[in-house]
Each structure stands twice: as C-alpha cells, then as structure tokens.
C-alpha cells in the first residue's frame, strides 16, 4: 500500500510542477489574471455557479439543523 501512495505522490507532485512551469509561461510571455479571470467568467459563469452552489449549501445545512431540533 505504501508504494501505491508513493507513486499517486509522484504523480501529483510532477502534475503541480507542470501546472507551475504552465503558469510561468504564461506570465513571462505575457499572460494577464484579469484577462484569464474574465475568459473564464464568460465561458463558464463562476459566480452565478458559486452564488447557487453556496445558496443551495445553506439551504441544506439549515435542513439539518432543523430536521437535528426535531430530534430532541
């Protein structure tokens, strides 16, 4: 078992390398958060997606809460 966290170890650690050196890259030659930030804003709608997903995290933690009094 220890060798297979060794190797799911490796894997993550050349994995954060290469995404890294990707991101080096990318500002030596010019990149720009804000211009990223914003193509990814458009293509995949991050904050509608995020309002909804933490609207919906309340939702069902005060469920629990509620359905957690009814017990005692």
Known sequence: M???WRIIGGIVLVLLLLGAI???VGFLTGGNINNI????EQQYLLTQRWEA???WGTTV???IVEGVKGLW
């Open 37 to 40: 930030t914003d193509q990814l």
């Open 53 to 55: 997903y933490s609207q």
């Open 61 to 63: 933690f005060q469920n």
């Open 22 to 24: 990707s991101i080096g």
């Open 2 to 4: 220890s060798k297979g």
